[in-house]
């Protein structure tokens, strides 16, 4: 079983190595009066990345409101 964790794990990398290497070109990113110009792959897995961190940060903030609004005072 410990091949086939490790077989996964190879293609899984093959493929975002390939995702890297197909998507070299350019976008730039405004907001206000900044703006930067990254590779789409970097792009890609920055906003993945603050996906899952403001994504957690969301459930646990809703988790919280409804332990509150369901909560008895005693």
Do not use: C
């Not at 794990?9 to 390939?18: E, R």
């Not at 890297?20 to 789409?40: D, I, R, Y």
């Not at 919280?64 to 005693?74: C, E, I, L, M, Q």
Request: net charge positive; charged share 10%; aromatic share 14%.
């Amino acid at each position: 079983m410990r091949f086939v964790y490790m077989a996964l794990i190879a293609v899984l990398a093959s493929i975002v190595v390939l995702f890297k290497f197909q998507n070299l070109e350019s976008a730039t990113v405004s907001l206000f009066s900044m703006s930067v110009t990254l590779p789409v792959s970097i792009l890609v897995f920055l906003i993945y990345v603050l996906g899952m961190f403001t994504g957690g940060f969301m459930w646990q903030l809703v988790r919280t409101w409804v332990h509150g609004a369901t909560r008895r005072d005693r």
